[in-house]
C-alpha cells in the first residue's frame, strides 16, 4: 500500500452527532477532545454537516462525555436514520434561525433608520433620560433571545480556556451594549466624545448573522439530498411468508433466512437471492444503470431497488446494516466525514484564528483610541467591534467540507462510491492508470463468438454436437457453449463414454459416432488431420479468441471460438482517459497473443501480459518510483494487492469482496466510462475548494484591514458593524452556494 494510505476498519468506525457547533475554530476543540480519549485511533470532525466520526474501539459514552467537557453535545448515529426526521430538524432549526432574525431586524431597522434621520432624542436631553434606558431594556431583551445562544457558547469556551465565533459575536455584540449603557449613564461627563449610543448595531448583528445562518443552514440540508435518496429507498415493511402464509411486517423484523415476496412496482426490502418466479429490476439508484435487470432464479437482488414486472419469492441473505444499500450508506457518509489533504491547512488556521481576531481588535482598539480623531473612544469602539465580527471564520471552516459532501453525494448518484476524501482529492492528479482486463476492459462472461463449419454440417449441427459433449464438463468455456446452445433452442444430444483430458479437450460418444472437442494438442493425439484448419484457429486466437475444433469420427467437422468480449463502452472509456492525458496500461496474466487482441479493440497501446497477481503490485510500485500517480481498475482477488498499493484504487462493483474491500473508489456498475468521470469529478471538486479557500481568505485578508480603519486615512471610509455582520453570513452563504455546484458541474 502506499504511504500516503492508511488501513482501517469499518467495522470501527462509530459516527457521532455534534451538537453547538457554530464555526470552525469548534472543529478542533472536539477532534482534540474525541483523539484525548483512550482506544481512539483518529477522529475527525465535518463542520458542514455537523457530525465526527471516530475510529478505534472505544464506548461511545466515554465519548460523548469528552464531548460534553469540551462544550458541546452528541449523540451517536445508528442504523438507518429516517430521512423525514432529519428534514423535520433542519427545518425546525432553519425556522428558528429566521425567527430569532426577524425579531433583531424589527426593532434594529426602525432604530438605525430613526437614528440616521436624527428623529430619536438625544440622549442629554429629557426625553432621552428615559427614551435611550427603555431601549437598552428592550435591545437586551432580544440580545437575550436572538444571541443567547452565542453567549452560552461563548461563556463555555472561555471556562475551557477556548475561544469560537461565539466569541467574537458575544464581545462584539456585548460590547456594543455595555458601551451604549454607559454612554447613556454617563452621557454628562462624556461630552467630548458626541455620545452615540449602539444598541442598534449589537441587534442588527445578530439579525444579520442568524439570517446568514438560516440560508446556511437551508443551502446545506440539500448537500446531503444524496443520503437522503438512499436512505428513502429503503421500504418501510416488508412481505414475509410464514408458515404458507403471506404477512407484512415491519422491515426490522425480517430475519436472515426468511422468504418475502416482491410484487410488481414494490421495492425490494432486504438483500437476497431468488428461489422462484422472474422479474425485471431497476437497480438505476444503486447502479447508475438505467436498463433494468432480468433476474431468474439464483439471481441476487438489493434492498432498495425497484421490482417493475413480475412477482417473485427470494431468500433474506443480508438484512440491516449489512445489505448492500446500507453498506453504500455507510461509506458515503464516512467520506463525506473524511478529510482530504488540502482541508488541514484551513483547520489549522482556524484553530488559531480566533485569538489572532482578539488581538488584532484590541490592537485596532488602541490605535484608534491614541491617535484616532475625536471622539476617539467612539471610533476605537466602533473599529474594534467591526473586526471581530466581520472576521468569523465559518467560510473558512465550510470550505472543504461543504464541498466533499456535495461530491461524494453527486458521485453515488451516478454509481461511483467515493470511500475517503484522499481518494477525492487524490483521483484528479493520476497520470498513469492501470486496468486489468478480464471484467474489467472485458464482460468477464466468456461467449461463443465464431461457428466455422466443415463439409456436410451447419452452424447448427456444430453447436449441438460441441454443447452435447460439453454438458458434463465444468470448464469455463464449456458455460459459453451450452449458453449459446440454449439461446439458439437447440437440443442435446445423449452423450456416452465421456471423458476429459486435461488441458486438451473432451472425448466422448454420440450416437455411434465418436466425437473429440478441443485443442491441437488432443486433435494430434487422436492422430486427427487439423493442419489445413490450423490457420484459421491461429487467426482466430491473434484475434483475442479461444478456438477449439470438433472432429467426428477423427474428421474435423467444425472449429468453435469463445472469447471474452470487450465492454460496449471500454474503448470510449479508454479514449477519454488519453484526452485527459492519462498513460493508459492494461496488465493481465493471460497470454500476449490475446491480452494484445484484446488491448487493440479497447485502443490500449501498452499492454503487459503473462503477469503473475503478486506482480501485479509491483508494476504499480515501479511506476510510483518513477514518479508516476497511479490508479489501478480491477475486480478480481488477485487485483487486490496492486489497488491497495495505487495511489487510488478503483474496484468494479461487479467484482469480488476482497477488491472492493481493498480500493478507494468503486465503481457500483461495471462501465469504465465512470473512471473518468470520477477522475473529472475529483478535479472539479479540488478546484472547488480551492475557490472556496481563496475566497475564505481573501475575504478575511481583506475584510480585516477595512474594518480596522485601513482606508479611512487615505479615503475617510469606515465600514458599519452592522454591514460587517451583513458580510460575515454572506461569505458563509456563498461558500455553500459555490460548493452546490458541483451538483451539476459536467463530466463528461
Not at 22 to 39: D, P, Q, T, Y
Not at 288 to 315: D, Q, W, Y
Not at 596 to 610: E, F, P, S
Request: net charge negative; hydrophobic share 45%.
Amino acid at each position: 500500500m502506499s504511504e500516503n494510505k492508511q488501513e482501517s476498519s469499518e467495522d470501527e468506525n462509530l459516527r457521532l452527532s455534534i451538537l453547538g457547533m457554530n464555526c470552525a475554530g469548534c472543529v478542533g476543540a472536539v477532534e482534540g477532545a474525541l483523539k484525548s480519549v483512550e482506544g481512539v485511533i483518529s477522529a475527525s470532525v465535518n463542520f458542514a454537516d455537523h457530525t465526527a466520526l471516530v475510529e478505534g474501539e472505544v464506548d461511545p459514552e466515554v465519548l460523548k462525555q469528552a464531548v460534553q467537557e469540551a462544550g458541546f453535545d452528541a449523540a451517536v448515529m445508528e442504523g438507518l436514520e429516517d430521512p423525514s426526521e432529519q428534514e423535520e430538524l433542519e427545518k425546525q432549526r432553519y425556522l428558528k434561525l429566521m425567527q430569532k432574525a426577524k425579531v433583531a431586524a424589527i426593532a434594529g431597522v426602525p432604530l438605525m433608520v430613526l437614528s440616521h434621520l436624527g428623529w430619536l432624542p438625544d440622549i442629554n436631553s429629557s426625553a432621552g433620560s428615559w427614551f435611550w434606558p427603555f431601549v437598552a431594556l428592550i435591545t437586551l431583551a432580544i440580545l437575550r433571545y436572538s444571541g443567547g445562544h452565542f453567549y452560552t457558547s461563548a461563556v463555555k469556551q472561555l471556562m475551557l480556556g477556548q475561544a469560537n465565533m461565539d466569541t467574537l459575536i458575544a464581545l462584539g455584540t456585548g460590547s456594543a451594549w455595555v458601551y451604549s449603557c454607559v454612554i447613556i449613564d454617563y452621557s454628562s461627563h462624556l461630552t467630548k466624545f458626541s455620545p452615540h449610543a449602539y444598541f442598534e448595531a449589537s441587534i442588527l448583528i445578530l439579525a444579520f448573522i442568524n439570517f446568514g445562518s438560516a440560508l446556511e443552514t437551508r443551502a446545506r440540508g440539500r448537500t446531503s439530498s444524496a443520503i437522503r435518496e438512499l436512505i428513502g429507498l429503503q421500504p418501510r415493511t416488508a412481505r414475509v411468508v410464514r408458515d404458507g402464509d403471506e404477512q407484512d411486517i415491519a422491515i426490522e423484523e425480517v430475519g436472515l433466512g426468511e422468504t418475502l415476496r416482491v410484487r410488481p412496482g414494490e421495492k425490494i426490502a432486504v438483500d437476497g437471492e431468488v428461489i422462484e418466479g422472474h422479474s425485471s429490476v431497476d437497480e438505476s439508484m444503486l447502479t447508475g444503470e438505467a436498463i433494468p435487470i432480468e433476474k431468474t432464479v439464483g439471481a441476487k437482488v438489493a434492498a432498495g431497488t425497484m421490482n417493475l414486472k413480475g412477482s417473485f419469492l427470494f431468500k433474506a441473505t443480508r438484512i440491516g446494516r449489512d445489505t448492500a444499500l446500507a453498506q453504500i450508506i455507510k461509506s458515503v457518509r464516512n467520506a463525506q466525514g473524511s478529510k482530504p489533504e488540502i482541508a488541514k491547512l484551513a483547520d489549522k488556521i482556524s484553530s488559531v484564528f480566533v485569538p489572532v481576531v482578539v488581538c488584532i481588535a484590541i490592537f485596532t482598539f488602541i490605535i484608534w483610541y491614541l491617535f484616532g480623531p475625536d471622539p476617539s473612544m467612539g471610533y476605537a469602539f466602533v473599529t474594534s467591534m467591526t473586526v471581530l465580527v466581520i472576521a468569523c471564520p465559518c467560510a473558512l471552516g465550510l470550505a472543504t467540507p461543504i464541498s466533499v459532501m456535495v461530491s461524494v453525494g453527486r458521485a453515488a448518484q451516478m454509481g461511483v462510491l467515493i470511500r475517503n476524501g484522499d481518494a477525492l482529492q487524490s483521483a484528479g492528479k493520476i497520470t498513469s492508470l492501470i486496468l486489468d482486463k478480464t471484467g474489467t476492459v472485458t464482460e468477464g462472461m466468456p461467449v461463443v463468438s465464431t461457428v466455422e463449419t466443415v463439409g456436410e454440417y451447419d452452424e447448427n449441427s456444430v453447436l449441438q454436437l460441441a454443447a452435447s459433449i460439453e454438458s458434463g464438463s465444468e470448464h469455463p468455456l464449456a458455460a459459453a457453449i451450452l449458453a449459446a446452445a440454449t439461446e439458439k433452442q437447440i437440443k442435446l444430444d445423449k452423450v456416452t463414454a465421456f471423458e476429459a483430458i486435461a488441458g486438451h479437450g473432451i472425448v466422448a460418444n454420440i450416437s455411434d459416432s465418436q466425437v473429440l472437442f478441443g485443442n491441437q494438442a488432443l486433435m494430434t493425439e487422436k492422430n486427427v488431420e487439423y493442419k489445413p484448419y490450423l490457420g484459421r484457429v491461429e487467426q482466430l486466437s491473434a484475434l483475442g479468441q479461444t478456438a477449439m475444433m470438433l472432429a467426428v469420427d477423427n474428421k474435423i467437422a467444425g472449429i468453435i471460438a469463445v472469447s471474452d468480449p470487450i465492454k460496449k463502452d471500454s474503448a470510449k472509456a479508454v479514449q477519454k482517459l488519453r484526452n485527459q492525458g492519462i498513460r493508459v496500461i492494461m496488465v493481465t496474466g493471460d497470454n500476449e497473443i490475446t491480452a494484445k487482441a484484446i488491448a487493440m479493440q479497447a485502443g490500449i497501446t501498452d499492454v503487459k501480459a503473462q503477469v503473475l497477481p503478486e506482480d501485479k503490485a509491483a508494476v504499480v510500485k515501479q511506476l510510483q518510483l518513477s514518479g508516476e500517480v497511479v490508479g489501478m481498475v480491477g475486480d478480481g482477488i488477485n487485483d487486490a494487492p496492486a489497488l491497495a498499493q495505487a495511489d487510488v484504487g478503483f474496484a468494479i462493483g461487479t467484482g469480488t469482496d476482497v477488491a472492493i474491500e481493498s480500493a478507494d473508489i468503486v465503481i457500483l456498475q461495471g462501465s469504465l466510462l465512470k473512471v473518468p468521470e470520477a477522475m473529472a469529478l475529483s478535479k472539479a471538486t479540488v478546484v472547488n475548494i480551492k475557490q472556496n479557500l481563496l475566497g475564505a481568505f481573501f475575504y478575511n485578508t481583506i475584510g480585516i484591514p477595512v474594518a480596522a480603519g485601513l482606508l479611512y486615512p487615505a479615503f475617510g471610509i469606515l465600514l458599519s458593524p452592522m454591514i460587517a455582520g451583513a458580510a460575515m453570513a454572506m461569505s458563509s452563504f456563498t461558500v455553500v452556494t459555490n460548493a452546490s455546484r458541483l451538483r451539476w458541474v459536467k463530466l463528461g
